[in-house]
């Protein structure tokens, strides 16, 4: 992960999600076509990368971590049930690499996610308890 530029210590992290658009672009150098799916399709999977989007991620992300869909939806009820936050898939997913374990940060990290609720309908968690 890489540090920004200024005065305090942070990372850059790419998306957390089950498709493999990001992860292919970058490990092709250039936007390609990807399988996209799951749950965070509509915020986080384009088939394709954008030709402008691209050399920004390549430039500040050093990584991207995937998440199953399952992961996303326990995520997603975690928030509701400990902070009564409702979150899009897509919103939920940075938390879902970390209570999944696919991120640890290192002793004295400080980790910030960014969560957003825009894309939800009518959220369901039948089935999607932890």
């Not at 290192?106 to 968690?125: M, P, Q, Y």
């Amino acid at each position: 992960m890489k540090r920004c530029r200024g005065t305090r210590k942070s990372r850059r992290f790419g998306n957390w999600a089950p498709c493999w658009t990001l992860t292919a672009a970058l490990k092709a150098g250039q936007p390609v076509d990807a399988e996209a799916g799951g749950v965070a399709a509509e915020s986080l999977a384009p088939r394709r990368v954008g030709e402008l989007m691209l050399p920004i991620a390549q430039s500040y992300v050093d990584g991207v971590m995937l998440v199953t869909d399952a992961d996303i939806r326990r995520a997603q009820v975690a928030l509701w049930e400990l902070l009564r936050v409702v979150a899009e898939p897509g919103g939920a997913a940075a938390l879902a690499g970390l209570l999944s374990g696919r991120y640890a940060p290192a002793t004295g990290e400080r980790v910030c996610i960014l969560i957003s609720g825009g894309n939800t309908t009518a959220v369901d968690f039948t089935g999607a308890r932890r």
